[in-house]
């Protein structure tokens, strides 16, 4: 009888104990997402690809993704001024080991040699601030951006019927836009808002108001880290109006950004672009003490060094999954951890209070 005793304790264990996985995944939190995710991942770079349609504009891509056998859903990454298409490879690896495709697109007229340029000699021996505020009005950098996006999208959809790894790989139905800064802006753009011209160099169509539409309808949401507000060389207060799908902005208190003439616009004037946003699965997180160079992590950070790197990487990696897996994998119960209680996990010793609200 004891012997049959043990026995029964011994099953009831052990299926205790296989069943966790299963509570585990039912009950996950938001710091879950901010773990690396099952998925062995792997790397393909296309530094060399050119669009013939814009005169052969090179458009490097390089792409992270699963291993694994399977469709994924699809994210295009933008990076910000001086970047390249690693500027944000921490978060891209992160999404991909989580069950996606990410391509991270670099853009040749605003990227990290463009800026090297205009510091050399041949390119006018620039301050960087001058260097940094001339791609933000530069026609090449700004209105071509956008079309960059639809570029890799096209690329996404040939590759997914004839490139020999990534052939069905794809998810071509289910496509997010994110990006940081700059980023944010191709992000805005590719989700439905539209420009300013007024401070384009040089000057494009009348030189004033809207640029037309640049959007790409087969993006479901967008992920926007930093979004520029009005008065910046990108948006006017009409701008927002056009955004007709899902959006995600994250941004915090020490996030300053640069005016059109070259001032400074202090942080709080970010939550303009929340207040200007259309009804309808809108997104805003407040994240106090974290500055603008948090939200960008690659190996060489180090030389923009940021105390709220550390969190603001911690929650930008655990929300873009559960957004990811919200608006890509309809995973509906995802969303339900967006709650007060809940997003308060994420804070750190840094960033140590998280505000969002919902529209």
Same mark, same amino acid.
């Given at each position: ?20 996985? &299963? ?46 056998? !399977? ?26 080991? @989580?069950?996606? &495709? ?44 956008? #079309? ?10 040939? @590759? ?29 753009? /590719?989700? !439905? ?69 070259? !001032? &400074? ?5 970010? $939550?303009?672009?929340? #207040?200007?946003?259309? =009804? ?5 997180? @407040? ?23 550390? =969190? ?5 990696? /655990? ?5 990811? =897996? ?21 804070? !750190? ?6 505000? $969002?609200?919902?529209?």
């Amino acid at each position: 009888m004891i012997k049959f005793y043990h026995v029964c304790s011994y099953v009831c264990l052990l299926l205790i104990f296989l069943c966790l996985p &299963v509570f585990s995944c039912s009950y996950a939190s938001l710091m879950d997402y901010s773990q690396p995710g099952p998925h062995e991942i792997d790397t393909l770079d296309f530094p060399d690809l050119t669009d013939a349609s814009r005169k052969d504009r090179n458009v490097p891509l390089k792409i992270h993704y699963p291993e694994e056998r !399977g469709q994924y859903p699809l994210i295009i990454f933008s990076h910000g001024g001086m970047g390249t298409r690693d500027a944000n490879i921490y978060q891209a690896q992160h999404l991909a080991r @989580w069950g996606y &495709v990410v391509i991270c697109m670099e853009h040749v007229f605003s990227n990290n040699r463009r800026v090297k340029y205009y510091l050399s000699p041949q390119g006018g021996q620039m301050t960087l601030k001058q260097a940094v505020h001339k791609i933000t009005k530069d026609p090449q950098a700004v209105l071509e951006r956008p #079309k960059d996006v639809r570029f890799a999208i096209d690329q996404a959809e040939r @590759w997914n019927r004839q490139h020999a790894v990534l052939r069905g790989k794809i998810n071509i139905n289910k496509i997010a836009m994110m990006g940081h800064s700059f980023g944010a802006y191709t992000t805005l753009v /590719a989700c !439905g808002a539209r420009p300013i011209l007024d401070h384009l160099d040089p000057v494009q169509g009348t030189g004033k108001g809207l640029a037309p539409p640049l959007n790409d309808s087969r993006i479901i949401f967008g992920f926007a880290m930093s979004p520029q507000s009005p008065d910046t060389t990108y948006f006017g207060p009409d701008s927002y109006r056009s955004i007709d799908r899902p959006l995600v902005c994250l941004t915090g208190s020490r996030d300053v950004q640069k005016r059109y003439d070259g !001032g &400074v616009l202090l942080p709080y004037t970010r $939550w303009q672009v929340f #207040k200007l946003l259309p =009804d309808g699965d809108k997104y805003f997180f @407040w994240l106090k003490n974290a500055d603008h160079f948090a939200f960008s992590d690659n190996p060489e950070a180090r030389f923009f060094p940021s105390a709220s790197r550390p =969190d603001a990487q911690r929650i930008s990696k /655990a929300l873009m999954v559960l957004f990811c =897996d919200y608006f890509l994998k309809d995973e509906k119960s995802s969303i339900k951890l967006i709650k007060k209680t809940e997003v308060r996990t994420l804070e !750190g010793e840094v960033i140590n209070q998280i505000i $969002w609200r919902q529209k």
